[in-house]
């Protein structure tokens, strides 16, 4: 709003919409018609439809942002919601307007999450979606915009043929597909796998395995229904990602082709190149949301501005995780953690937090905390994998990508102790990685944990068990899904 009224923008807005232009406003597009917002605020909005937008309340428990695909309840026909019939949308924020008799004339559709909350409004040639339409797989909603005129966008069928997804009535717990890229001995861009982060064959010449090209597979899995696509650049954090054009391009021509969110991680943080000149994290960030990407990941970057807000309390603003939440949001930002099981005797044995094993250690021990690593696994630091996911949701991350070495390509399911470690003790969503070997591990997770999503890799890539299968399997449990 402030760019707005200091180019005289915002006025124009206002009479263009009063005027009953074509207009589609989509997620911060919607909330500024509304009186004012209390993000950064209160900021006052075009003041086009009564009411405030608010943070979504997360003392009850609920994960904010709210992130993830959840189904709505229509209110009024719509011509742009026509193709959302039967599907879930896609919705990423952490603010969100509350329906009210004053806006009710407004209100197209209702989604909930925590309590009722305004998922789109229509009046006339003016529309405006909280959720994502660009991100929502193949709608037709921004075509049902951009086909339309203005003596037939109001023409639109009845009510009673819209019907949310059968039985949805919470957010649909998420199933990612990651692809590890990284270049092989001959110079190639390619998907791998580790075995404890370990991606080279177990041959006499040790070559990088080799599980596909990165366009392709990312282009399969959002055909096989996976809710989420995540690139993990895993030679990134000694490489120069500006540099790297090939990823670029991995993610430019993904994003062409791929209607699902798409995350990018490796190497972000501040950089001289071999000329000398500096570059930010926010530069580097930058550039990987413009060639695609809606979220990027952070790992050992982050792991360093936990270290040091955690021994002197104090938040600098200067930090990768802090510029970039800023200046995008906390949703677009992820924090990658990489631990590894260290095992104990009393859980007393060390100042970090400790659980008590579901299975005893390899000497039978009862207890372990989780050390957090940097560099691809290969450095353990003095912080704890809950100390720093408590560090950094202060710090302005917006979802944690959970890992676990010790897991890592074994198959045998994830680490269930640490999930449910972490995801008890922040309030953003957490993503358990690591272990998945066969479908049950993914209800498991679920069941057991307070997990938002699961992703896996080399279960996909090797094609031992599709999406659909897992999708499948949770809906059997009674496990909320998109499909």
């Known amino acids: 709003m402030d760019m707005l009224n200091k180019t005289g923008m915002a006025e124009a807005l206002r009479e263009y919409i009063k005027n009953d232009r074509p207009f589609l406003g989509i997620c911060l597009g919607l909330q500024l018609l509304f009186d004012y917002s209390e993000e950064n605020g209160p900021v006052e909005g075009l003041r086009l439809i009564p009411g405030a937008v608010g943070r979504f309340e997360s003392s009850n428990g609920l994960r904010v942002p709210h992130i993830g695909w959840n189904a709505l309840q229509f209110q009024q026909s719509s011509v742009i919601l026509e193709g959302t019939k039967g599907h879930r949308v896609y919705f990423v924020h952490s603010y969100r307007a509350i329906p009210s008799d004053a806006n009710k004339d407004w209100v197209s559709a209702t989604c909930n999450y925590g309590g009722e909350f305004i998922a789109a409004i229509k009046k006339g040639n003016v529309h405006a979606v909280q959720f994502h339409p660009e991100k929502s797989g193949r709608l037709g ?13 109001g023409k639109t069928p009845d009510l009673a043929e819209y019907q949310s997804p059968k039985h949805a009535s919470n957010l649909a717990k998420r199933v990612i597909a990651c692809l590890d890229v990284r270049t092989n001995d001959k110079g190639d861009l390619v998907v791998t796998k580790g075995d404890q982060y370990d991606v080279r064959e177990l041959s006499e010449e040790r070559e990088v395995r080799n599980l596909g090209k990165p366009v392709e597979l990312a282009g399969q899995y959002y055909r096989d229904g996976a809710d989420e696509v995540t690139f993990l650049n895993i030679t990134g954090f000694r490489d120069f990602p500006l540099d790297d054009l090939p990823m670029l391009e991995v993610l430019r021509c993904t994003s062409e082709n791929v209607f699902v969110p798409l ?18 994290s926010l530069e580097v960030a930058s550039e990987y949301f413009r060639s695609g990407a809606d979220k990027i990941s952070i790992g050992s970057d982050a792991v360093f501005a936990a270290e040091e807000y955690l021994k002197t309390g104090i938040k600098t603003g200067k930090t990768s995780l802090e510029q970039i939440s800023y200046v995008y949001g906390n949703q677009a930002v992820v924090v990658s953690i990489d631990p590894r099981r260290a095992y104990l005797q009393r859980p007393d044995d060390v100042p970090f937090k400790t659980v008590k094993l579901s299975h005893p250690g390899p000497r039978g021990e009862q207890y372990a905390w989780y050390q957090c690593t940097v560099n691809g696994g290969r450095e353990g630091r003095p912080i704890g994998a809950y100390e720093l996911a408590k560090a950094v949701e202060e710090l302005g991350a917006g979802e944690i ?3 676990c070495i010790d897991c890592d390509g074994q198959g045998q399911g994830f680490d269930i102790d640490l999930v449910k470690l972490i995801s008890d003790a922040v309030n953003i969503p957490v993503i358990a990685s690591s272990g998945a070997g066969a479908v049950e591990h993914f209800s498991e997770v679920f069941e057991q944990t307070s997990a938002s999503a699961a992703l896996a890799a080399g279960i996909f890539h090797r094609k031992e068990v599709p999406i659909l299968a897992v999708k499948e399997h949770l809906r059997n449990q009674g496990i909320e899904v998109r499909l």
Do not use: A
């Open 141 to 153: 909603i921004l075509k049902g915009f951009l086909t339309g005129n203005n003596s037939n966008l």
């Open 263 to 280: 995350t990018i991680g490796g190497g972000i943080r501040d950089f001289r190149d071999k000329h000398g000149r500096y570059y930010s």
């Open 401 to 403: 990508l959970l890992n």
